[in-house]
């Protein structure tokens, strides 16, 4: 039987029969896709050793590594600062003051808004910021943003009963919001979460606009220093499959997390001995 994961729930027969249908329907599609382009590639003479003997140079491989590094690390700080974020505008908008929750929705509701490209420009070109702090402002506010309207659907998403019933217990709201509420929500907050992170790894790539030398930026200068006619497909044909392998890394992530969680002492399955004989109340043979 098909195992779910943090990204679906299990199908039933029906949906397994149609996703059978799909898959295979999509398979064609993508096998007859990547057969034209790799008819296109060889008709232009993508793959001749000229084209890819450059790669085997030290120094364009140092280059690469160091863009791959400064895109991790602007993904690292601009990630945890978008959890960060988040989950602040997210209280604030689930705070009972109403001063303090129409200012979160006034923050989230702008920088939703707003185009990343926008923000990273003008704190990179207005406020004079240094490229690196400035891709990760801008993906950190966007990226943010949106995260909390993330935590703040999945909260609403748990059952009402839950928090009116810690409430009864007599517990206070912070840790209504801490041991009951958000434990449960993160299953279903998990796949958009790694979603958004994935969408800020790939906005990384944004920093070349600003002169910041990520991996994209490392591309770019490797293409445009390449004489031969089309220079820019073989540089595209390495970088490619590393950012697809990084997104996909974020999704094994997910289910990582997904079966960790499954396996908690806390929601552990406990074995309950079978009924024994009870006492017997006064009167009972």
């Known amino acids: 039987m098909t195992e779910s994961t ?58 690469l590594l160091r863009g791959l590094g400064n895109t991790l690390k602007a993904f690292a700080y601009a990630s945890v600062l978008s959890l960060a974020l988040g989950g602040i505008l997210a209280t604030g908008r689930l705070s009972e003051h109403r001063a303090l929750r129409w200012i979160s929705t006034l923050l989230v509701e702008f920088f939703r808004a707003m185009p990343v490209l926008v923000m990273i420009f003008f704190i990179f070109v207005a406020l004079k910021v240094q490229p690196l702090p400035a891709l990760v ?18 909260i609403h998403a748990v059952a009402r009963g839950q928090g009116e019933a810690a409430y009864a217990l ?20 998990l796949p958009a979460i790694i979603s958004q992170l994935v969408v800020a790894l790939k906005d990384t790539s944004l920093g070349f606009l ?25 540089v595209v044909l390495v970088i490619s499959p590393i950012y697809i392998g990084m997104c996909m890394l974020l999704s094994w992530l997910a289910t ?30």
């Open 6 to 63: 943090a990204l679906y729930d299990i199908p039933g027969p029906h949906a397994r029969r149609r996703h059978l249908l799909y898959g295979l329907a999509s398979t064609v599609v993508i096998l007859a896709l990547v057969g034209w382009i790799l008819y296109l590639l060889f008709d232009t003479d993508q793959f001749t050793a000229t084209k890819w003997s450059p790669f085997a140079y030290e120094g364009i491989q140092e280059l």
């Open 210 to 234: 600003i002169t910041y030398e990520e991996f994209l930026h490392a591309g770019k200068l490797i293409a445009s220093n390449l004489d031969y006619d089309l220079p820019f497909i073989p």
């Open 170 to 189: 007599g517990m206070r709201k912070t840790q209504v919001m801490t041991y009951v509420l958000v434990p449960q929500a993160v299953r279903a907050m």
């Open 256 to 285: 990582w997390v997904a079966r960790r969680e499954r396996r908690s002492p806390r929601t552990k399955a406990v074995d309950v001995a079978p009924a024994g004989p009870g006492t017997l109340l006064p009167g009972q043979q």
């Open 137 to 154: 402002a801008g993906l950190t506010l966007y990226n943010g943003s949106v995260l909390a309207e993330v935590f703040r659907t999945g």
